[in-house]
């Protein structure tokens, strides 16, 4: 069954002094959120670092998709007592506040 919900972190990179740890956050941050999310119905997620450009207003460094089953499961890891451990993280890998959406995946596409 394909995933039909996600969470999706973005990092901002819009300051000048922005910093992003990326070996903490897949080592350390990612093995929290399977340890917290799994048992919820995490399905799977992914990173991805991102080419920025310091002259774009609306640039990002990170971002991170999580993927449920649906968007009530998703919705449901956010209110999670437990989830407050992922948001208390975060100043141990940047020192910028991320962007958290939830949406519902309308078409996808995988190919070998």
């Not at 996600?6 to 929290?32: E, G, K, R, W």
């Not at 449901?76 to 506040?97: G, H, K, S, Y």
Request: proline share 6%; with cysteine.
């Amino acid at each position: 069954m394909a995933p039909s919900a996600t969470i999706t972190v973005l990092y901002p990179n819009s300051a000048s002094d922005t910093t992003f740890d990326m070996q903490y956050y897949v080592n350390q941050h990612m093995p929290l959120a399977m340890k917290i999310w799994g048992p919820a119905g995490l399905r799977g997620w992914q990173v991805t670092a991102f080419e920025t450009d310091p002259a774009t207003s609306q640039s990002y460094c990170t971002g991170s998709v999580f993927t449920w089953d649906d968007a009530a499961a998703a919705n449901r890891a956010l209110a999670m007592r437990e989830a407050a451990a992922l948001f208390e993280d975060i100043p141990n890998f940047t020192n910028v506040t991320p962007l958290v959406m939830i949406g519902q995946v309308t078409d996808s596409w995988t190919g070998h």
